[in-house]
Every structure is written in structure tokens, then in C-alpha cells.
Nanobody, 124 residues
Framework: QVQLVESGGGLVQTGGSLRLSCAAS????????MGWFRQAPGKEREFVAAISRSGSTTYYADSVKGRFTISRDNAKNTVYLQMNSLKPEDTAVYYC?????????????????WGHGTQVTVSS
């Protein structure tokens, strides 16, 4: 079965950086767009970033554009999220996910496979 395991979350001060990793198994990783999403307390889960199968195309939510960078290593079946200039409003549980089919998408409803998430807390 598909497994997505996130790591790298933690507590950081405003302006700090974190790098999240997501190790995938049980799927042909290089065939899938991969996405990062987040959910803050009391809020709905929202899109953060997506990367195409080859890594040549990326797409970001406006709220993180210029601060976050998504990348992938298909040889390691791993997708990353480099987060710089972190703000308190970035505090959330961060999830990596893969869509249900071999499609380019950043629509949350099209993502079928999810990790358990990793907590990111940014203190002011």
C-alpha cells in the first residue's frame, strides 16, 4: 500500500527555516505529481505547493511564494519543502500527498494518498 512519511517539523522562531521531507513507498513515485498541504488549528486544510513528476514545474500558494521551495529526488522517492522566513501564521500540521492519478494538479480534492503530517510551530 502507499505510504507517505513526513519528517523535519519542529519549533522555530519567526524568520527561521525548516526543511520538511516526505519519503514515499508503495507507488511509482516518479509518475506522480506531489503536493504539500497544511492545516492550522480550527482551519481547513489548504494547499501549499506542488511539483510535477520530473520536478520541472512547481506551483505555490500566494501565502508562501518566495519563501518556500518544493523539490524532489526521484532516485530517493522523496519530496522536500524548504521553508524560509517563517512566520507565526505558518504554524500548522504539514502533510505531503499524492493525487489519485498521473495528473498535474494542486486541487486538494484530487489528492488520494496522504501522510500523517508533521507539526511546524513558529513562535513570535
Amino acid at each position: 500500500q502507499v505510504q507517505l512519511v513526513e519528517s523535519g517539523g519542529g519549533l522555530v522562531q519567526t524568520g527561521g527555516s525548516l526543511r520538511l521531507s516526505c519519503a514515499a513507498s508503495g507507488l511509482t513515485f516518479s509518475s506522480y505529481t506531489m503536493g504539500w498541504f497544511r492545516q492550522a488549528p480550527g482551519k481547513e486544510r489548504e494547499f501549499v505547493a506542488a511539483i510535477s513528476r520530473s520536478g520541472s514545474t512547481t506551483y505555490y500558494a500566494d501565502s508562501v511564494k518566495g519563501r518556500f521551495t518544493i523539490s524532489r529526488d526521484n532516485a530517493k522517492n522523496t519530496v522536500y519543502l524548504q521553508m524560509n522566513s517563517l512566520k507565526p501564521e505558518d504554524t500548522a500540521v504539514y502533510y505531503c500527498a499524492a493525487p489519485s492519478s498521473y495528473t498535474w494538479t494542486f486541487q486538494i480534492k484530487e489528492y488520494a494518498y496522504w501522510g500523517h503530517g508533521t507539526q511546524v510551530t513558529v513562535s513570535s
